[in-house]
């Protein structure tokens, strides 16, 4: 670690104690890269996973180009691979992440983005992008929303995960530990309702949303974390969700 970054550490511990503190994702994605691939019990990752796979199962991924929005470590990448892609391309805003998918995929395609504008694709090239635990990442959703559909082909499925917005209003946040501070990530939120909205107006429909509560099932996450405060808290909300869109044109030959 180089000086500066060292002094930036200190400081953003500092006010994490202060308990003033809420990193942006770049911020935050540049400490968690190092440990996000070996974060044990996290209920989080771990309910994405199941989500993710029964999403899969219903969208036919099979000689598809699929555009991995928000990458990060690559943790979905085989579980896509394994519906036999032609081509899966990683974006991501944050280098050090991307640098982790490139030490467990030497060959993948990656690039870096910076400002919810994918450059490097010409329209209507991606028959699938999926993006998750993304999104609430994303201040202007409509512009993201709007640059996906530049890349996608007329016939497409998007899907989508993330934290609850429902969780969010009602204080829950995104966090993750480093080196003994807890640590908050900036989040914004957006409806999921919103969110399909603005799909329904590009010619999308909802083909499956699940949502996942915190309940009996998820409490023996926050047992083992000493968390049973939180759990108390929050029982009873929806923490997660899994959001699978598809837009299909008529001309479309099989
Ligand atoms: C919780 S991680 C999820 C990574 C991966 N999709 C997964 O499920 O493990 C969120 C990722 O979103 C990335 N990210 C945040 N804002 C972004 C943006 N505006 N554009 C692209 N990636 C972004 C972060 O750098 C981070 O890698």
Excluded at 61 to 79: A, M, Q
Excluded at 98 to 113: D, F, S
Excluded at 237 to 250: K, N
Aim: with cysteine.
């Amino acid at each position: 670690m180089i000086f500066a970054d060292k002094i930036k550490t200190m400081k953003t511990n500092f006010y994490v104690r202060r308990g003033h503190s809420i990193l942006d994702s770049r911020e935050a994605y540049k400490l968690w890269s190092q440990f996000y691939d070996s974060e044990n019990d996290n209920l989080v990752l771990h309910s994405d996973s199941i989500i993710l796979k029964k999403l899969l199962a219903m969208a036919n991924l099979n000689g598809k180009t699929i555009l991995d929005y928000g990458s990060g470590t690559g943790r979905n990448w085989n579980e896509l691979l394994g519906h036999h892609p032609s081509r899966i391309i990683g974006c991501d805003k944050s280098p050090e992440m991307l640098n982790e998918l490139k030490i467990k995929y030497p060959a993948a395609e990656t690039y870096l983005v910076g400002n919810n504008k994918l450059d490097f694709l010409k329209n209507k090239q991606c028959d699938t992008i999926i993006s998750t635990l993304v999104v609430s990442h994303i201040q202007d959703i409509k512009k993201i929303i709007y640059e996906w559909n530049r890349v996608l082909k007329d016939s497409c499925d998007v899907i989508i995960t993330d934290l609850h917005p429902i969780l969010f209003r009602k204080g829950g946040a995104r966090t993750f530990n480093h080196i003994g501070s807890t640590y908050k990530i900036e989040n914004f939120i957006h409806d999921v309702w919103r969110i399909v909205d603005l799909f329904s107006f590009l010619g999308f429909w909802k083909v499956n949303l699940i949502e996942e509560f915190i309940d009996e099932d998820v409490k023996p996450f926050y047992v083992k974390k000493d968390a049973l405060n939180v759990y108390e808290k929050f029982k009873g909300l929806p923490f997660i969700y899994g959001l699978h869109l598809s837009r299909m044109y008529a001309d479309k030959k099989y």
